[in-house]
């Protein structure tokens, strides 16, 4: 079955740090990745998806990753920080149209 | 975009009782609907698959007789947690998949808090 790690459980950032969050999954097969942000209080919101094409994904508010096959991962990234971008962040994989979420990183960007 | 939404937001709720909390896709079909949980500091746990017109698919170690699970329109699902007990406290997330492909994006709703006491 289908697993999603993700290695950094919090990190803690001064804004206008870059930012690069670890994903990786387990099954080499056709994939598709996900990044979603939950912050504090609110709902889980895409920031970005990658279903074919090319691998690197550009989403919203700046954030972008990269899908490499060979290493099974999709880390996210974003070149400089701000505090609005402390939340919560997950990595998840659609196996079968249902959703593997990885634990959670939780970002902490201090003013 | 698609919205998702929940009702109720958050519920408190006696031992031994049962809640109903609804999932409905407000401005699409969905034939497909997720239910998750997720505990504090910690990641969405997928529950179970609801498929509209036929039975959940529970995951393993999800006590399909707890959490009854019921998608009668392309729009609506419940999740009925029954004789509700304080270790059912958590966050209860539902997403909605347009369309038939797997290749779609799920559209999540504000999740659900309950708290059994």
């Known amino acids: 079955a289908q697993s999603v790690s993700q290695h950094n459980h919090h990190v803690i950032l001064s804004e206008a740090a870059s930012l690069e969050l670890g994903c990786n999954y387990s099954y080499g097969g056709t994939v598709n990745l996900f990044w979603y942000v939950q912050y504090p209080g609110q709902h889980l919101q895409l920031l970005l998806k990658y279903f074919s094409g090319d691998p690197l994904v550009k989403g919203i508010k700046g954030f972008e990753a990269e899908f490499i096959k060979s290493k099974f991962s999709f880390n996210l990234r974003k070149p400089s920080v701000q505090w609005s971008d402390t939340a919560e962040y997950f990595c998840?994989?659609?196996?079968?149209?249902?959703?593997?979420f990885g634990q959670g990183t939780e970002l902490s960007v201090k003013p | 975009g698609a919205v998702v939404s929940q009702h109720p937001s958050w519920v408190i709720c006696k031992s031994g009782t049962s809640v109903k909390i609804e999932c409905r896709s407000l401005d699409f079909q969905a034939t497909t609907m997720f239910w998750y949980r997720q505990f504090p500091k910690q990641s969405l746990m997928l529950m179970a698959t609801s498929n509209e017109g036929s039975k959940a698919t529970y995951e393993q170690g999800v006590e399909k007789d707890k959490f009854l699970i019921n998608h009668a329109s392309l729009t609506l699902s419940t999740l009925t947690v029954t004789s509700a007990h304080p270790e059912d406290s958590s966050f209860y997330i539902c997403?909605?998949?347009?369309?038939?492909?797997?290749?779609?994006?799920?559209?999540f709703g504000q999740g659900t808090r309950l708290t059994v006491v």
């Open positions: 997403s909605a998949l347009p369309g038939q492909g797997v290749n779609t994006e799920a559209f």
């Open positions: 998840a994989v659609n196996q079968g149209g249902k959703l593997i």
